[in-house]
Every structure is written in structure tokens, then in C-alpha cells.
């Protein structure tokens, strides 16, 4: 048998042709002309040097050899039709999957930790790798596939990513409760005369665009401690008469032994998204986890 002259729509037809037994209807089982199958007919005969199908007087019966094609054959475009639609349809209780996220420390404890416990009792398979985000490199690692997503401010993700807008985040003051002189609310005044803590992501800065809007008002406040992540702040600030402001989420939920308060003064606050580039778009899986991650972070 010459294979290379065999392919897959001509199988296709075969797997009809044997199924209805029938030019007409294995035509309207195909959407094609009666005559065009009966051309395709005429090529597998010669593919597979059988008649395949002779004609009965109520429509064809299947030589030996065609019967012995028939289930070999169905399993087969069975198994093509699953790769070609496995992307379609995602069962979250029984698919394995593994999925990279890139997230800053604060989102993976405000996003990532909520979105991995859901995950537990919803889709058991599916694995998380979290890594540390670096907007510098973040879309060279979703072009090559090191992540699948990412969470951050839009303003930073490159212009050819997809991106989803998640929330809007707000700074809220935090101090320990029964602080000696924080009760309930504090004026600007009375903010920046506390000990306090800022974070640096990029490490040792004790000066951030607050520091700016006090100098407007004729205030300076007193930093003490320039911490390189958000986690470590609200237990120093639990244990000790510090201050700081942070993102809410970071504290929503943990907030025992902190009083959570507005912040003294306007500060802006910044936006979240997720980002994931377009060879991930369309993937059935990486679609269903996007929606989790939404609802988690709605």
C-alpha cells in the first residue's frame, strides 16, 4: 500500500463510507457532494487494492478487509479527534495540569495563597509553580514559556501581552492594637511623628512618593526601618509601636492584633491585572484558571 498517497480526510470518509454503507447519506454525513465522496471512494480502492465497499441492492456491503479496517480505523480518528479538541475542554476534578505564575510577594499572599487552597478542593491536578515577578523580564519568560501568567500593574506589562484588569488596591495604615498613640483614625501630623516602615523592593530606600506629599504639607516623617518585602511587615508592626502603610489586601483577613486604618493623608492607589501571552490564550486549562484566579481576586 502506497501511504503517501493516503490522508487524513480520506480516512474520514472511509470511517463514513463503512459507518452508513451508503454514498448518499456518508455525503450528508460529511457535508460534502455524492460525487466527490464517490471520487474519494475510487482513491482508497486503489490506496488499499480493495474494492472496500461493493454495491448491494440496498446500498453497499463491506468486503472482509473493510470490515477488518472499520474499528482500528474509529479508534484512531478518535485519537486525533481528542488531540485536536483537547484544548477546547478542561474537567478541572480529574486534568492534570502545571501552570507557572510570576507574582510579586504581597500578590502571592493576597492572590496566589487564596487561589492554591480553591484550587485543592476544585481541581486536585493542577500544580502551581510560583515565581518571583521581574517586570524587566517578564515578557521574554511568557514568550519562551519559563510563565504562563502574570500578576501586575498593567503599566508595567509589555503592549503585546493579553492582559485582564483584577482589582483596584488602596494603602491602609496599620499599627498594633492598643498603641500608645494610635486610637481609631491619626492626622497627618501625628502620622509623621511615629517610628515607621517603608518597603524597597530594590532594597535600603527610606523615602517613597508619601515622603513627597508630607513635604507639600511641611512634614517629614520618621523612618526607621526599610524592609525589602511586604510579608515581614505587619508581624514587626504586631509586635512592636511601628507603623507603616500597606497594600489592604495584605491584610485583610490577618489583620489580628492590628488596628487597619485609613491613611492619614491621599495616597494613590494602583491597579492589578494578569497577563499571559497569546500562545497560552486559547489553551482550555490555562482559560479555566484565569477565571479562578478572577474570582479569587474579585
Not at 41 to 69: I, N, Y
Not at 155 to 175: M, T
Not at 256 to 261: F, S, T
Amino acid at each position: 500500500m502506497d501511504t503517501s498517497r493516503l490522508d487524513l480526510n480520506l480516512l474520514v470518509t472511509l470511517e463514513a463510507l463503512l459507518t452508513e454503507r451508503n454514498v448518499t447519506r456518508a455525503a450528508a454525513r460529511l457535508s460534502l457532494s455524492q460525487p466527490a465522496v464517490s471520487a474519494q471512494l475510487s482513491r482508497l480502492r486503489d490506496v488499499f487494492e480493495d474494492p472496500l465497499l461493493l454495491p448491494a441492492q440496498r446500498g453497499m456491503t463491506p468486503t472482509a478487509k473493510a470490515l477488518s479496517l472499520l474499528e482500528p480505523l474509529r479508534q484512531a480518528l478518535d485519537q486525533v479527534r481528542n488531540v485536536a479538541t483537547s484544548h477546547l475542554h478542561f474537567d478541572p476534578a480529574h486534568a492534570e495540569l502545571t501552570v507557572t505564575i510570576a507574582a510579586t510577594d504581597y500578590l502571592q499572599a493576597a492572590v496566589l495563597q487564596p487561589l492554591v487552597l480553591r484550587l485543592r478542593r476544585e481541581a486536585p491536578g493542577v500544580r502551581i509553580a510560583v515565581r518571583h515577578m521581574d517586570p524587566r523580564q517578564h515578557a521574554a519568560q511568557l514568550a519562551q514559556g519559563d510563565v504562563d501568567l502574570g500578576l501586575m500593574q498593567p503599566i508595567e506589562a509589555d503592549g503585546s501581552l493579553r492582559q485582564r484588569p483584577l482589582f483596584h488596591e488602596r494603602y491602609v495604615l496599620i499599627a498594633r492594637r492598643g498603641h500608645p498613640a494610635v486610637a481609631g483614625k491619626l492626622s497627618a501630623k501625628a502620622f509623621a511623628r511615629l517610628e515607621q516602615v517603608v518597603v524597597s523592593p530594590a532594597g535600603g530606600a527610606f523615602s517613597t512618593p508619601v515622603d513627597q506629599a508630607l513635604a507639600g504639607l511641611g512634614l517629614k516623617r520618621q523612618v526607621v526601618l526599610s524592609a525589602a518585602s511586604f510579608l515581614f511587615v505587619p508581624d514587626i508592626v504586631g509586635r512592636s509601636d511601628l507603623i507603616a502603610l500597606v497594600p489592604e489586601r495584605l491584610v485583610k483577613g490577618r489583620a489580628a492584633g492590628l488596628q487597619v486604618l485609613a491613611p492619614p493623608l491621599p495616597i494613590d492607589g494602583f491597579d492589578i491585572a494578569m497577563v499571559w501571552h497569546e500562545r497560552n490564550h486559547g489553551h482550555a486549562g490555562h482559560r479555566w484558571l484565569r477565571e479562578q484566579l478572577a474570582m479569587v481576586a474579585g
